[in-house]
């Protein structure tokens, strides 16, 4: 069979940062900003917001103090392909931020870690120390910084992380005002993936054009797969975006593949019928990058349930479709599978996912809809039997 | 002065008394005594000019911020999907049996305490443990035993 797949190494690939960062300094935030919109870059954390726009508009504002974040709480379970980034070029994640910090005149970075990552913080800390000291010799006024999470799956919407770090509950804040109007401690602020930032300093070293050859036209570039479940080769792949599911299957499955979790918890799961129409990338289904493989050995209702579960416990409990919904959902479909609701429940559990999609404040509420739906309507024999 | 009081006063110190210095303190005080009592909690309060409850509000939201006594090791066992399906239940089972707890519970010698997780982020080398800040990838309930001991040797 021919392999489809196109492996890319741009991410771990080691380069000399500082030069291009020396480079990148002599150039104008304007220029450095022009590249990034130009190159197609989208946030590598799930919601794909061009990269280059944030920066712009975080630019655009004005204000005495404006702050770069490093988000490395993303809490998917594609998580872990911002901590291998973090683990194999962590100096290339610290150039990233100084790059945006240029980019949109701000003097100072965070970078925000999960909890469960806590073991990184003294090699983060190093690695922060060498930088901020190698900044200080080119006369580059910015200063990085590393915070931890407590263990608070909410806190990688970037707006409760924000919260979080200003030492509040990690509540998500309505928007508008976007974080790059009021972010941080209400100052303009750039909080981009882990990723995202790597690769905008890839782009700053080979030009737009090598990364805008790569992908397709909505979905420019390569992306860090976190590959899970069922498959022989779980691991942490930079592949080009855009490849179907069914190539994706072939490479990764283990020969009996029935689903695919595409987007990790918050993404959609689709069933084998759909393998081959369903392209990766943002014109099909987008991903943060991780991608579940289930085989025909797995009870979907199973899965549905342990989702459901994480995000009724990880609901941040402030607005009332999400807090009460997940509870519902997840009541909801145990009662059908008892026996103590009819199947045609299910319709009314879809329509209530469809309100919290609606009317939930932030991605957690508003996504919950997607692995339900997407479940229930691809496998609804074994939600019920 | 107490000897928490103390401590909180330190670590205001370092960390500055605003209110985005309450994360780091509240933290560091989980990672000194392993909870946050409700002494740590109004000395924060009192450091950092917040109230009591505002403190408390804020640390029960975080799971790595336990308002309740913990034992001085912490295990936490992954138990998002894909642990799931490699098989996390018998390491927790493996584990209740050995420590004579159940998943959620502390040790009566107040050694460790047995947490369930909301993904480790280790989805690819499941199922994870984690105890206090380190990390154990693709565990068996063989290794979690023999992890445990080590813990147990060096705990007094």
């Known amino acids: ?385 | 002065m107490t000897k928490i009081q103390e401590f909180v006063k330190e670590q205001a110190d370092v960390y500055g008394r605003r209110r985005n210095s309450l994360m780091p303190i509240l933290q560091a005080v989980v990672q000194k005594e392993r909870f946050l009592s409700e002494e740590a909690m109004v000395a924060i309060a009192t450091e950092l000019d917040l109230s009591t409850a505002d403190v408390f509000g804020t640390a029960s939201f975080y799971t790595f911020l336990d308002t309740v006594p913990r034992g001085k090791n912490i295990i936490r066992i992954c138990k998002t999907i894909t642990c799931h399906m490699k098989g996390k239940d018998a390491i927790i089972e493996t584990l209740e049996d050995m420590l004579k707890i159940k998943l959620g519970e502390t040790t009566s010698d107040g050694k460790f305490s047995l947490l369930p997780a909301n993904c480790l982020g280790w989805c690819h080398k499941g199922p994870v443990m984690l105890v206090n800040d380190e990390v154990y990838p693709e565990i068996t309930p063989e290794k979690a035993v023999e992890v445990v001991h080590e813990y147990l040797k060096k705990t007094k």
């Open chain 1, 1 to 385: 069979m021919e392999n489809k797949i196109k492996k890319v190494d741009l991410i771990f690939e080691k380069v000399d940062q500082l030069a291009i960062l020396d480079k990148s300094f002599k150039r104008s935030s304007d220029e450095i900003i022009l590249d990034v919109i130009d190159s197609g870059l989208r946030g590598r954390g799930g919601a794909g917001f061009p990269t280059g726009l944030k920066w712009k508009f975080a630019r655009n504002e004005e204000s005495d103090q404006k702050y770069v974040i490093c988000n490395a709480d993303e809490g998917e379970p594609g998580t872990f392909k911002d901590r291998e980034i973090l683990t194999q070029v962590p100096e290339k994640v610290l150039a990233g931020m100084a790059l945006c910090g240029k980019a949109i005149g701000a003097t100072e970075g965070y970078i925000y870690l999960r909890a469960e990552y806590n073991f990184l913080l003294p090699m983060l800390h190093e690695k922060m120390r060498e930088f901020n000291q190698q900044m200080k010799d080119r006369n580059f006024e910015f200063t990085v910084f590393v915070r931890s999470g407590s263990g608070a799956y909410v806190c990688g919407e970037e707006t409760a992380l924000m919260e979080s770090m200003e030492g509040h509950r990690g509540e998500p804040r309505n928007k508008p005002p976007f974080p790059t109007q009021r972010g941080y401690l209400g100052k303009p602020t750039s909080i981009n993936n882990v990723e995202t930032l790597v690769f905008a300093l890839m782009i700053a070293n080979y030009g737009p054009q090598t990364f805008k050859e790569l992908g397709t036209f909505d979905s420019r570039g390569s992306k860090v797969f976190s590959i899970a479940g069922d498959t022989p080769k779980a691991g942490i792949y930079e592949l080009e975006l855009g490849m179907s599911l069914e190539d994706f299957v072939n490479e990764f499955g283990d020969g009996d593949t029935k689903a695919v979790q595409v987007g990790g918890a918050s993404g959609f799961c689709v069933a084998r019928k759909h393998f081959k129409e369903t392209l990766i990338g943002f014109e099909g289904i987008p991903t943060g990058g991780s991608m579940m493989l289930f085989n025909s050995s797995r009870s979907m209702y199973n899965i549905l349930h342990d989702y459901l579960e994480f995000f009724e416990e990880e609901s941040c409990g402030q607005c009332t479709p999400c807090r009460v919904g997940c509870q519902q959902l997840l009541k909801g479909i145990e009662a059908v599978k008892r026996g103590n609701k009819s199947p045609a429940y299910l319709e009314t559990l879809q329509k209530l996912s469809d309100t919290m999609r609606i009317a939930s404040k932030c991605g957690l509420g508003q996504s919950v809809g997607n692995p339900f739906n997407s479940i229930i309507n691809n496998f609804r024999e074994e939600i019920i039997y």
